[in-house]
Each structure stands twice: as C-alpha cells, then as structure tokens.
C-alpha cells in the first residue's frame, strides 16, 4: 500500500498485519551486538530496566563523563525506544560528549508484559514520565533537554509546563499536537482503537506473527514494512511490538490521544516559552501536517520552525540515514542554543 510509506510504525504495522517486582534503582545491562546493530565507531546505548511507581518500563542510555546538560528523550505511538537507537547514539556523538542521553520507553510497550494486560492512557504515560523526572533525575543539577517525538512531543510539552525550573530547551519533533480531521488514516485508526473488537482482533492477529520463530517474522517485517529499515527498527518491531499486549497499549493510548488531542494546544504557553522550543515538521506527514505548521507560525510568532525535505518520514527513527539527518539537525538546535545563551 502507497499510503504506508508515510506512516509511523504504529500504523504500518497496523495495515499490513490485518499498527517479578525490581527496586526502584534501575537494573543495568549492555545491549548486545547479537540483538541491535551498533556502529563501532559511536558509544553505545545502555539498556536498563526501570520500575518507578511500581510499573516497569525500558530505558537506553548513554552518560557523559562531564556532561553539561541531560538530553531526555520521549518516544511516539509505539514507544518501543530501540526503534530510536541509531538516532540516540548519533545524537550523543554528535554533541561531543557534552550531555548524557536517555530514552524512556511507554509503559507496557515492552517486550515481557510486566503489567498484566493492564492498559494506560495518554495521561498515565505522561505522569509516569514525571514520576521518572522526579524519582531518577531529581539529583541532576544540569539543564535537562526535552526531546520529543510525535506524541511524545505532547507529552513533553505537558513536562516542560510541570519542570520550568529543571528544564531549559524543548525540540519537538514530527509533532502530533492536535487531531488532523483531514487525514483518513487517523480516521481508520480512531474507529479501529474505538472498537474493543477490533482492537482485540488486530491484536491477536500481530500477535499470531510474533508467535512465529523469530527468524520468520524477521523476513516478514523485511519483506513488508522493513525492506529499508536498519537492523534496530527490525529488532524492535519483532521483539516488541509483535506482541499481544503492546498492541492493545498502542491502540488503548491512541484512543485516548485522539480524545485529548481534540482539544486546542496551549498557544499561551508556547508564545510565553516560544525562545525555548523547536519544532520540526515533515513535507508529507499527516501527524504533524505543514497546517500545523502554519497555524503555530501565525499563533506564536518569532518560533523557531523547520522542514526536513529529504523525505525521511515521519518514521525517520526507522533507517540510519533519517536518524543521523535528524540527529544532525537537532544537535545543531542545541548548539545554537546554548551558544546564544553563553553570549547573553
């Protein structure tokens, strides 16, 4: 289907497969080579397993030595963070050790189903985003960066309103801000996540393939929505979201962030901060649509605006040639603005 080049890997997956308690100090482990491609040449992500407030999610980080900020990372719709792998060891190389970096995952987008089949909206992954601020980061005395993509640059903007004081720069990237009533494809996907049929039988139909030995579904994924993804996209989507009860968490908060989301963004906030915030959209992107690009143009004037026009998609996380194009990009965001900052 022509559509699905376009879409995130929520919805790619969605159309062509019918989209023990641990303490609070976080358990650590090397990714292996076996599992994700890494380029020798960049330092590697760390994997951790976290549980704050009692629910466990996924982690990729990279520390600094000497870091002078923290870059916090918040995903889309999956928020399976090794899609964002290449991406995240680009950005680290990229600032030149200057910042640590971490990804935290969605709850209940993880490989093991932690939570028992428990499903979480928009707002418990938002606050438990902020638990994790305050449980894991409340010692960092360093600027934290707010990254955010798709929805995740939603739930960043929702962190900045709550940590002023901790955090100094938000980028938002591919925005999914605000319902786009001209897009079908987020019609067919609000009706899908409506439906407690429908969503259950998609599940277990992604299900089925996740079932299937592993280098089964490998060839699948290549075949289909993967022929030009990296090796850590592939991984990702197979040993995460091929799973009965990330599906059903995909589809449970997507329902939830259309009925948000319906709702007007908050343009007091972003003309109050607008020095602070970045935002970049795609050409062809139907989540962040170049209307809303213009709409915050027009709404919060003198904001710092960018389209990537070297058709990654709004998947950009996907290959390594859109994670390094962005990586590039906002590293070079970053730069500009503490530079400006050192100059006042």
Known sequence: MV???????????????SRRRI???????????????LIDTRKRANFRLCNVSGYKMDLLEIHAKDPKFHVLFVPGNPGVISFYLDFLESLYDLLDGTASVTAISHIAQTEKNWEH???????EQTDHKMNFIEHELQDVKIPIILVGHSIGSYISLDIFKRFQG???????????????????????????????????????????????????SRILVKNSVGNSWCPAAVEALCSHVLRFHTVQNMLYM?????????EEPDWSFMREKKSQMAFLFGVDDHWGPLDLYEEISNKVPGAVLAVERENFTHSFSCTEAGSLWVAKHVSGLIKNYFSKIDSE
């Open 166 to 216: 901790k955090v100094a720069y938000c980028i938002f990237l591919y925005p999914f801000l605000a319902v786009n009533t001209k897009s079908s494809t987020q019609s067919i996907i609000k009706k899908i996540a409506a439906s407690r049929t429908l969503s259950t039988g998609l599940s277990s139909i992604v299900a089925i393939l996740g079932l299937l030995p592993v280098w089964i």
């Open 3 to 17: 559509i699905a080049h376009h879409l995130s890997p929520i919805t790619r997956t969605l159309f062509y497969f």
């Open 117 to 123: 089949g428990r499903l979480f909206s928009l707002q």
């Open 23 to 37: 303490s609070s100090k976080c358990r650590n482990s090397q990714m292996g080579s076996e599992n994700l491609s």
């Open 254 to 262: 997507a329902m939830t962030e259309f009925e948000k989301l319906s």
